[in-house]
């Protein structure tokens, strides 16, 4: 009899294994990030994430290339770029530890950024979830306690550009379908990160190169199971797991790196995952009313 696994079950496991190749891939960035400049490494990274996506979209059809809406995918693609390299420099500066858990407040944000620039009603309960977030966010920064370091700063534009990504996806799957939205992301952000690396360039060893695809498979492999996770159970059921992110980040490290977060990261950590937890489940409530208004 074949054992037949739950829909949660299947997002949870498909969440913790995106979250381990995430993690996996930012650890690898100190590999090449000492030798190669940040929009250099973006440059080659996504050549090979194109590659390994690129024959997977191709599977849905010639409707992938078909867009509505192209000035707002190529913004969107500018704005990944200068999230992908505030997360590089981010990672070489903080404990990878640190710098995930600064990342948590991005759906937080956004929550914000959907009810100034989209217009969308945002309860009070929205709002204090977004409040504690943030108060979780200083716990980790500590401003006026310590000083507040520029790779500290970059992992906060890093959440408030994947926010405003986020929030530039939600106006997109309006119009366009999730096939196109992706195949459009690798396909605008790997030329457009070219054009700087090309000022920057240095000849990469291939040592770099192999790291650099390593990375660039695994990214492409963490959206894939991203996908499948939320495809497979409501966002309320798998994000908690997005917490494993952390538990990877910790490992990987004090293994490789000898790095230790200290107590006020793990503090700030668990306010900002539960404020996102707390949130996801009172969408997921809100949700279900409506169904069942609807009915």
Not at 142 to 167: C, D, H, K, Q, Y
């Amino acid at each position: 009899m074949p054992l037949t696994v739950s829909g949660p079950l299947r997002g949870a496991l498909w969440m913790v294994l995106a979250c381990l190749l995430f993690m996996v891939m930012s650890a690898m960035i100190r590999q090449v990030s000492d030798t190669l400049p940040a929009f250099q490494i973006i440059a080659i990274r996504n050549i090979f994430s194109l590659l390994t996506i690129l024959p997977l979209l191709l599977q849905v059809g010639r409707g992938s290339f078909q867009s509505w809406r192209p000035g707002l995918l190529f913004g969107r693609a500018l704005i990944m770029i200068g999230s992908m390299t505030s997360w590089i420099i981010a990672v070489e500066g903080l404990d990878l530890a640190a710098a995930t858990a600064i990342s948590f407040s991005s759906p937080l944000l956004a929550t914000a950024g959907a009810a100034l620039f989209l217009g969308e009603r945002v309860g009070s309960q929205r709002w204090a979830a977004v409040v504690v977030g943030f108060t979780g966010m200083l716990i980790i920064l500590r401003p006026g306690m310590a000083e507040v370091s520029v790779a500290a700063a970059f992992a906060l534009a890093n959440a408030v550009l994947t926010a405003w990504g986020g929030i530039t996806v939600k106006v997109l799957t309006r119009t366009e379908s999730t096939a196109t939205v992706v195949l459009y992301l690798y396909l605008l952000t790997t030329p457009l990160s070219a054009i700087p690396a090309i000022f920057v360039w240095v000849a990469p060893t291939l040592t770099d190169v192999a790291w650099l695809a390593v990375m660039g498979v695994l990214v492409a492999l963490g959206h894939i199971c991203l996908t499948k996770a939320y495809a497979a159970a409501e966002a309320s059921a798998i994000l908690p797991y997005d917490f494993s992110k952390v538990i990877f980040a910790a490992v990987l490290g004090f293994t490789f790196f000898g790095e230790l977060p200290d107590t006020g990261t793990w503090i700030g950590m668990f306010v900002i995952f539960a404020a996102t937890v707390y949130m996801a489940r009172y969408e997921a409530k809100l949700a279900r009313a409506k169904r069942r208004a609807a009915v």
